[in-house]
C-alpha cells in the first residue's frame, strides 16, 4: 500500500489527524494494534477547552458534543475542610469548559471515519518503522500472521505513551523528561447527577475531585497509594472517603450509587523532545503524558493533531517549513500545559514524606489564591486553555 501519510494508532489523536487529513485530501491510513471495541472501552478525560471544541467543530464531529455535553463555567477549590473558592472561568478567561467524555469523543470520530471511509486497520500488530530518516514505511501484521506494508511521504506516531513510534527514535536523538508521582488516582464512574461545578480538594486524608460526564453520569477521584488494588476499594469505602475529603457545605446534596467502573492510574509527568525525528512525528501521549489534575491529556493531543495537520497540508501544498518547524511550535504549548498540570498536583495532594512546613507553605498558596485576583485569573487562563 503507498499513502502519503501513515498513522499509527487508532485513538483520539490519530483518529482526528485522519480525518483533518482526509478533509484536506491527502490520503493517509491509520494502524491500529487493539480492536475497536478494546479502544472505545477505555475511560479517560473527559473536560475539553474551548479550543478543542472548536477543533471538533471543524471536524464537523461536534453534533452530540453539543447536544449531551454538558457546558460550564466553573470551579471549586476545598481546603482545611470548610474554605472553598468558586472560579468563574468566563468571567476570569473569556471562555467555558465542556464536561465531554474521551469515549464519547472516540465514538464521534469513528463514526465521522465510517462515514467518510477513513482507512483503520485494527489489530494491527508488531508494527515497525522503517527508514524514517529517507523513504519511510511501515511493516505490521494482521489476525492470521500475513504481513503488510504501507510505504509513505511521513508517518505520524500517535500510537501512546508504549507504542512503537518514540521507540523508534535513536535513544542519542531524543531527551526524556520524566517525574513520577508517589501516588495514584482511584477513579469511579457512577450513573448519578453529578454535582453543578467540579469540586478538586486539598484535605488532611489526600485529594478528591468531582467531575462530571452529562447529566447522569458523574465521575469522582480520590488520591491512594500506588500500592493498592481496586479489589480494596468497595463502593460503601469510596463513598465514605470521597466524602471525608470534599468540603461538607459542598456534598449536602451528593448522590451515590453502584459504580460501572473503577480504575487506578498512576500519575507521571513525562515529555520527550524533539517531537520528530526525520519522517516521524509524535503527536498525543507518544510525545507527553501528564497527571489529569490539570484536565489537559486529551487536549494536548488535539492541539498537537491541530499544528501536525496543519504542517502536513502545508507540505502537501509545497511549503516544507511547517513540517520542519511542528516540535518547535507544539512544544511551548506542551510544556505550559505540563508545567500547569504539575503546579496543580503539587498544590493539591498529599505527599507521603510531606513535612509541616510544606503543608503549611501548600495552604498559604490556597489562602493567597483565594484573595487574588491576578493569581485567580492567571489559573484560569491556564485551566481553560491558551489559544491553539
Not at 217 to 223: A, D, F, G, P
Not at 315 to 320: L, M, V, Y
Not at 331 to 346: A, D, I, K, N, Y
Request: glycine share 8%; charged share 20%; net charge negative.
Amino acid at each position: 500500500m503507498k499513502t502519503k501519510v501513515a498513522i499509527i494508532g487508532a485513538g483520539p489523536a490519530g483518529t482526528a489527524l485522519g480525518l483533518r487529513l482526509q478533509q484536506a485530501g491527502i490520503d493517509c491510513v491509520v494502524l491500529e494494534r487493539q480492536s475497536r471495541e478494546y479502544v472505545l472501552s477505555r475511560i479517560r478525560a473527559g473536560i475539553l477547552e474551548w479550543e478543542s471544541v472548536q477543533f471538533l467543530e471543524q471536524l464537523e464531529v461536534s453534533t452530540r458534543m453539543h447536544a449531551e455535553g454538558h457546558r460550564h463555567d466553573t470551579i471549586k477549590l476545598g481546603w482545611q475542610a470548610t474554605k472553598v473558592l468558586e472560579l468563574d472561568m468566563r468571567a476570569l478567561a473569556g471562555k467555558p469548559m465542556m464536561a465531554y467524555g474521551q469515549t464519547q469523543v472516540q465514538e464521534d470520530l469513528y463514526a465521522a471515519a465510517d462515514e467518510r471511509g477513513l482507512p483503520i486497520v485494527f489489530e494491527a500488530g508488531d508494527v515497525e518503522l522503517h527508514d524514517v530518516l529517507g523513504s519511510p514505511s511501515v511493516t505490521y501484521t494482521v489476525p492470521g500472521g500475513d504481513q503488510q506494508r504501507v510505504e509513505c511521504d511521513v508517518i505520524a506516531g500517535c500510537d501512546g505513551f508504549h507504542g512503537a513510534s518514540r521507540a523508534a527514535v535513536p535513544e542519542s536523538a531524543r531527551t526524556e523528561y520524566l517525574k513520577a508521582y508517589p501516588f495514584g488516582w482511584l477513579g469511579i464512574l457512577s450513573e448519578t447527577p453529578p454535582l453543578p461545578a467540579l469540586i478538586y480538594a486539598n484535605s488532611e486524608q489526600g485529594f478528591a475531585l468531582a467531575s462530571q460526564r452529562n447529566p447522569m453520569l458523574s465521575r469522582y477521584y480520590v488520591q491512594c497509594p500506588l500500592t493498592d488494588s481496586v479489589d480494596e476499594w468497595s463502593d460503601d469505602r469510596f463513598w465514605s472517603e470521597l466524602l471525608a475529603r470534599l468540603p461538607a457545605s459542598e456534598v449536602e446534596d451528593l448522590v451515590t450509587g453502584p459504580s460501572i467502573e473503577k480504575s487506578i492510574a498512576p500519575l507521571r509527568s513525562f515529555v520527550v523532545e524533539p517531537m520528530q525525528w526525520g519522517n516521524l512525528y509524535l503527536a498525543g501521549d507518544a510525545a507527553h503524558i501528564v497527571p489529569p489534575t490539570g484536565a489537559k491529556g486529551l487536549n494536548l493531543a488535539l492541539s498537537d493533531v491541530y499544528y501536525l495537520s496543519e504542517a502536513i497540508i502545508a507540505d502537501d501544498r509545497g511549503d516544507a517549513d511547517g513540517l520542519a518547524s511542528y516540535s518547535a511550535r507544539a512544544l511551548p504549548r506542551v510544556w505550559g500545559s505540563v508545567r500547569f498540570s504539575w503546579w496543580m498536583t503539587m498544590l493539591l495532594h498529599r505527599f507521603p514524606d510531606q513535612t509541616p512546613f510544606e503543608q503549611k507553605a501548600q495552604e498559604k498558596d490556597l489562602d493567597y489564591l483565594a484573595a487574588s485576583a491576578a493569581a485567580q485569573t492567571s489559573l484560569a487562563e491556564q485551566y481553560v486553555g491558551l489559544p491553539f
